[in-house]
């Protein structure tokens, strides 16, 4: 399922804060960049997920945020640096910019 048009918009409204966000297209989802650099994901259900490195992986795991994990063909599984968006911030655009922030000083 591909994202709507909608969709990316609500992305785009989301981070705004953050000054220059761009989004490209990507399996059916969407990157999402803030000059040039990736720091969020909206896969194509919707979900908002964020790039998680460093400390800023644990404060993700207390917040409850889920890590990306996949089965690959072979069977084996395999996970993403990637965390489900908190629920708070998919209606706060301040904590959804300052997680955003949080995520870039970690990259």
């Not at 908002?48 to 089965?71: Q, S």
């Not at 395999?78 to 000083?105: F, H, I, K, N, S």
Request: with cysteine.
């Amino acid at each position: 399922m591909a994202l709507s048009e909608e969709d990316r918009a609500y992305a785009r409204d989301l981070f705004s804060g953050l000054g220059d966000v761009t989004t490209r297209r990507m399996f059916g989802g969407m990157g999402i960049y803030w000059n040039g650099t990736i720091f969020a994901l909206m896969m194509s259900d919707g979900t908002l997920m964020i790039k998680g490195a460093g400390p800023f992986v644990d404060r993700l795991e207390e917040m409850g945020c889920e890590r990306w994990r996949y089965t690959r063909k072979n069977g084996k599984g395999a996970a993403m640096p990637y965390w489900t968006l908190p629920g708070a911030a998919l209606d706060d655009p301040e904590e959804a910019v300052a997680l955003a922030r949080e995520a870039l000083q970690h990259l």
